[in-house]
């Protein structure tokens, strides 16, 4: 089993949806958790931290359940340019940061 | 000024031949990482270095090294490429004080024929 996994997609999705993505972690001994951003050919970018408590930042919603070990991150209100892949990081402590493969999104007109 | 920038940007190799890619930031962040990016498997780790004088293997150091010249500076090197090793390679930073937010640079294409 890998230590992080997602749904690789796509997700084709018109513009306005709102979509979900989950992203489940082995090592209950995970102590921080991340979403990044990557666009086609480029590097990955931090979209948002996770927190235990849940956090929201615009049309992005993130949220942690730790009993069952994942992650989730909820789009809304979709737009073109929000098609990217979205890669689930966790860092389970001890310098060890693992990033999930990545679930591709495609928002279309 | 992009903060994180690595050289080259894309390169074309033949088995056996010695290649290094490098990295440079302007972060003045005191962790920095190299990983490798393949299609379906995610970013994966190669070395990392917390500091000039600490340097870590990572997940898959195996036919790779690396060098820590300057806190501002990270090298990757491949002594004897093979084609098992053409991936997109990235450089990150990180500091310590944030939460490991790590920031990439924006990769280098490598084809080893």
């Known amino acids: 089993r890998k230590e992080v996994e997602q749904d690789p997609g796509p997700f084709n999705v018109p513009e306005g949806a709102t979509v979900a993505f989950n992203c489940t972690y082995s090592n209950s001994a995970s102590q921080s958790f991340f979403w990044y951003r990557q666009d086609c050919r480029k590097e990955p970018k931090l979209l948002m931290s996770?927190?235990?408590s849940g956090n929201e930042d615009g049309r992005f919603t993130a949220q942690l359940n730790r009993a069952s070990q994942y992650i989730s991150l909820l789009i809304r209100d979709s737009k073109l340019s929000d098609s990217a892949t979205y890669l689930c990081v966790v860092d389970t402590g001890g310098f060890k940061t693992i990033f999930g493969a990545g679930t591709r999104l495609f928002v279309k007109a | 000024d992009a903060d994180v920038t690595q050289t080259p940007r894309n390169r074309i190799t033949k088995t056996g031949k010695r290649i290094m890619l490098e990295c440079s930031q302007t972060k003045g962040h005191d962790r920095m990482y190299w990983y490798r990016q393949d299609p379906g498997l995610g970013l994966r780790l190669i070395y990392y270095s917390f500091d000039v004088k600490d340097i870590n293997k990572g997940e898959i150091s195996d036919g790779y090294s690396v060098s820590r010249q300057a806190q501002a500076k990270f090298s990757l090197s491949l002594e004897s490429a093979i084609p098992n090793q053409t991936a997109l390679y990235f450089c990150?930073?990180?500091?310590?004080?944030?939460?490991?937010?790590?920031?990439f640079g924006p990769g280098t294409r490598l084809l080893v024929l």
């Open positions: 990150a930073t990180s500091d310590r004080r944030a939460q490991e937010t790590q920031y």
């Open positions: 996770v927190y235990s």
